[in-house]
Structure formats: C-alpha cells, structure tokens
T-cell receptor, first 112, second 113 residues
Framework: KAGVTQTPRYLIKTRGQQVTLSCSPISGHRSVSWYQQTPGQGLQFLFEYFSETQRNKGNFPGRFSGRQFSNSRSEMNVSTLELGDSALYLC???????????FGQGTRLTVV | GQQLNQSPQSMFIQEGEDVSMNCTSSSIFNTWLWYKQEPGEGPVLLIALYKAGELTSNGRLTAQFGITRKDSFLNISASIPSDVGIYFCAGQGSGGSNYKLTFGKGTLLTVNP
C-alpha cells in the first residue's frame, strides 16, 4: 500500500507570493492533517480535514488555508508569504480522526 | 491548550547502551504515539498506545502508557548507530478539538559507534 505522498518536495518562493502544497493520503484514509515544523517551534498543528470538512484548526493566521477533495486528497495554501513561513510542511493521514497518523516526507518551503 | 513536555532534549550515548525518554502532559490523553524522524524525512510511527498502563514493544523499542494517562515512556535497548534521529511523542485526547495530535518538542538521539 502506498504511503502518504506530498508534492512538491522542495519549493523556493519570494515574499508576498502564494503557494499551494498537495497531499495524497494512504488509500482508505479519510482524515488529513497538516503541520508546520521549524527548528524553534517543533511540530505545530495547522488544521485537519475529514470527509472534506475542516474538523480542527490550529493557531495560525488566515493566510494559511486548506481544503480536502472527495477523493481525500488535500491541498494547503499560504498566501502573502513571509520569511517566517520557511519551514517543513508535513501532511499526515489516518483512517479516522481518532486513529494513529502516518506522515508524508514533507514539503520544504523556503521563502526568500 | 494542551502542552507536552518531552525530555531529555538530547542524548549522546555509546553504541550498545540503553536509552530512556519520556513525555508528560498537563492534560489526560487517550492515545500516545511515538515517532522517529530522520533528516529530510517525515516522522515514522514506531509505537501506538491506547490504554493506561499498556506496555508495547516493537523490536528493541518498548513504550508505556502511564497510569495517570498524563505521561508516556519510550525505551530503546542495546542502541545501534541507525537509532540516530529525533524521537517525538504525541498525545491525543477525545472529542472535538481534542482529537488533534499534540507533539512534544522531540529528543535528539546521537549514537557513537
């Protein structure tokens, strides 16, 4: 069974631009969560989607948004990028909202 | 909000030594998960714990779900160089927003051959 797939693996963007990251969950998993990982803050929860509905949201500004499609694939969008948005963005999928989560390899975003 | 304290922050050990790390929470969790992350990769699930007092092994790794449901421990026996990485604990509550995973800051493990 294929694991969680995140694309692209690496991105370089300029301040003020926007970016869209993609996550394909494990087949049969209906929950997708997004995390931001930085050396100083560790793994910070962004949001979780289940059956195309946002179920939980972390403490991030409205520039961070996401959505989930009917095939459970998810996208995350960051608008008006700031230097501080440089991070590893991780996606995790699980069968349901209360089961163990499996992570993708992440997308390394660098904002210059 | 829920907070997880993971300790130690880092460990430098000799190959063959045993390792212990733990996480404590300000809140009760229904599930504890332990992950390992290597450079440039996403976290990989090592062990999942679902019941207070549960002790679960995965090869040389053993993890326990604390009786108070506010802590968990991970032990690695007879460490080898490929154990190097960052180990994260994660806790999950129940109901609504508590279903989201809360992560510790990680324990960086270095194994000297």
């Amino acid at each position: 069974k294929a694991g969680v797939t995140q694309t692209p693996r690496y991105l370089i963007k300029t301040r003020g631009q926007q970016v869209t990251l993609s996550c394909s969950p494990i087949s049969g998993h209906r929950s997708v969560s997004w995390y931001q990982q930085t050396p100083g803050q560790g793994l910070q929860f962004l949001f979780e989607y289940f059956s195309e509905t946002q179920r939980n949201k972390g403490n991030f500004p409205g520039r961070f948004s996401g959505r989930q499609f009917s095939n459970s694939r998810s996208e995350m969008n960051v608008s008006t990028l700031e230097l501080g948005d440089s991070a590893l963005y991780l996606c995790a999928s699980r069968v349901s909202v209360n089961t163990e989560a499996f992570f993708g390899q992440g997308t390394r975003l660098t904002v210059v | 909000g829920q907070q997880l304290n993971q300790s130690p922050q880092s460990m430098f050990i000799q190959e063959g030594e045993d390792v212990s790390m733990n996480c404590t929470s300000s809140s009760i969790f229904n599930t504890w998960l332990w992950y390992k992350q290597e450079p440039g990769e996403g976290p990989v699930l090592l062990i999942a714990l679902y019941k207070a007092g549960e002790l679960t092994s995965n090869g040389r790794l053993t993890a326990q779900f604390g009786i108070t449901r506010k802590d968990s421990f991970l032990n690695i026996s007879a460490s080898i160089p490929s154990d190097v990485g960052i180990y994260f604990c994660a806790g999950q509550g129940s109901g609504g927003s508590n279903y989201k995973l809360t992560f510790g800051k990680g324990t960086l493990l270095t194994v000297n051959p």
